[in-house]
């Protein structure tokens, strides 16, 4: 995860790009946030401010773009679900609340190294809203 410091613009400006771009998704026992473009920049700022895996899937079609991915999984999807949650639509807020709650209902025990995770309010530095946060104590 990285360690920048997000702003309420940031916060914004993400849960737009992934209103339209993303997609939230759960495979096996894990949870996944993901965007697809053609073009590098937006992803590289989602991969700077939130980290996860970004990389290039060359397209092996005629007249097709090579496509860029970023993903962020596991318990740093599940944090970053909740600190979006509310600044996304109904259709995207339903998709969060489906994944999270079929995410905590199939997970294995914790792992001990992330034990003292747990999630507490966190208000912007305007006050403005409210979101979800992960504190590791």
């Not at 997000?6 to 993400?14: E, G, P, V």
């Not at 773009?65 to 999984?73: A, G, N, P, Q």
């Not at 318990?75 to 994944?99: C, D, P, V």
Request: charged share 25%; with cysteine; hydrophobic share 30%.
């Amino acid at each position: 995860m990285s360690t920048q410091r997000l702003t309420t613009a940031d916060l914004h400006w993400t849960a737009g790009f992934l209103e339209g771009e993303g997609s939230f998704g759960r495979g096996g026992s894990g949870l996944t946030m993901q965007a697809s473009q053609v073009q590098k920049e937006p992803l590289e700022k989602l991969h700077r401010l939130f980290g996860g895996d970004l990389h290039l899937q060359k397209d092996k079609r005629h007249n097709h773009s090579d496509c860029w991915y970023w993903t962020l999984s596991s318990r740093a999807a599940a944090a970053t679900m909740m600190t979006l949650y509310t600044l996304m639509s109904i259709r995207r807020k339903q998709q969060i609340e489906q994944r999270l709650s079929s995410w905590k209902r199939h997970s294995s025990q914790p792992s001990r190294k992330y034990r003292g995770i747990r999630y507490v309010p966190l208000r912007y530095a305007d006050r403005s809203k409210e979101a979800l946060t992960c504190l590791d104590h």
